[in-house]
């Protein structure tokens, strides 16, 4: 049999590892000087690769490679197909536009704390295939979903949990229809055996959950599920704990508690264990993380940021002025709604905007009379950093939540992130 590797990226490397056994392998990228092909194997690269592919029987796809840019007789299929063919395990999958890494992160620490064995995969930087040799039948598979995974999957998960679906990545989709499309997945192939967890209010989630034949379907943030009331998480009328015993800031951090209490209490009841993650989670990388304080000033890196509902969201989460750094990569995204909350709070002090779609973003501030920002036409971090720290005074809060993607200026978000905590780590005290 003969297989095109499409990518051989992070996930395209692991993808080579795991199919070179089955068949005549080829890699296949746009790059052309890729540097750890292993010696022997055939290549083909460079600008349009993936429409060369009509001799392959199977070509597998990496997931930021859109299907239809691949041209051949064969099948196409994908590392999240394969997995979710060959899992013995039953599977939580999470998708949503904001939260997701989050929200499965805190569903594997409840369930592990519960003394289950539970393999967190998939969009959060663990290739599944990697993982598939090690699980059992009796453990628990936590996969964050990507739209780009999802994009032509042929199973679902056994639980799914939909977060709120907003516009992203239309760069990279036809169009918001797709992309919502493409998320629907996560239910379309459901069993009535199966349970599907989602957003209470957003109209997509809502859509994608009614595809699902799935017999049990829960809105979290009701008494359906997990929910606040009386300024405790509750579930079930059991108390987990109490608002102000969260780790996580911001409000849309409850709601993915919220979102996890609610798919982990199907394989445990465990309160303590629950209770105890919620408490003790203190959040991933990137995402909204606390980098430290420096001349009294505390320094938070939300470079995960790439869309702008998550910097609105991300902005929600304090209440000491914020010196907000945004911008970056112009994906095609309506700026307007972010631009909106910026002129509607009090607590953004000021606006530093950086990367492609600053001129862009400034033009919307300025058409809605809003005066406090600067462009900047920096792009060295300790630069843009410095900017920030003349404009903030003790006491408050700096903030990079660029709301945009990274690839103008960075390799991509964690490069963006890292660059940040370094400019912070070289501030005098």
Known sequence: MKIAIAGYGVEGKVNYLYFREKGEITIVDEQLDIDDIPEGVDTILGNGCFSKLEDFDL?????????????????????????????????????????????????????????????LV?????????????????????FELSSF????????????????????????????????SAKANIARFQRATDSIIYHPTNENSAKIANLSLADIKKRYLTPEAAHIE?????????SICSVKDVALLGEYNLQNICAAISAAWIFTQNQAAVSQTVHDFKGLEHRLEYVGTKQGIKFYNDSFSSAPTATIAAIT??????????????????????????????????????GQVKEKL?????????????????????????????AASSGDVILLSPGCASFDMYKNFVHRGLLFKQAIGALDE
């Open 59 to 119: 070509v597998i796809r990496t997931a930021s490679l859109a299907p239809n840019k691949i041209v051949t007789n064969g099948k196409v299929w994908s590392a999240t197909n394969e997995f979710f063919a060959g899992c013995p395990a039953r599977i939580i999958g999470v998708t949503g536009t904001k939260g997701k890494g989050t929200t499965c992160s805190l569903i594997a620490g409840m369930l592990r704390s519960a003394g289950k064995t539970v393999h």
């Open 122 to 142: 998939g969009n959060i930087g663990i290739p599944a295939l990697s993982v598939l040799p090690h699980i059992t039948s009796n453990d628990i598979v936590v």
């Open 149 to 180: 995974q999802l994009w032509d999957i042929k199973k679902s998960p056994d639980v799914a949990v939909v977060l709120m679906v907003e516009p992203d990545h239309l760069n990279v989709h036809a169009d918001f229809e797709d992309y919502v």
């Open 230 to 238: 009386n300024n405790e998480i509750i579930i079930n009328e059991q």
């Open 317 to 354: 989460a304090f209440n000491d002025p914020v010196v907000l750094i945004v911008g970056g990569f112009d994906r095609g995204l309506d700026l307007t709604p972010l631009a909106e909350k910026i002129c509607q709070t009090s607590v953004v002090k000021k606006v530093i905007i950086i």
């Open 362 to 390: 400034a033009k919307i501030l300025n058409d809605l009379n809003y005066d406090r920002y600067e462009v900047t036409s920096e792009t060295e971090m300790p630069s843009i950093v410095s900017e920030a720290v003349k």
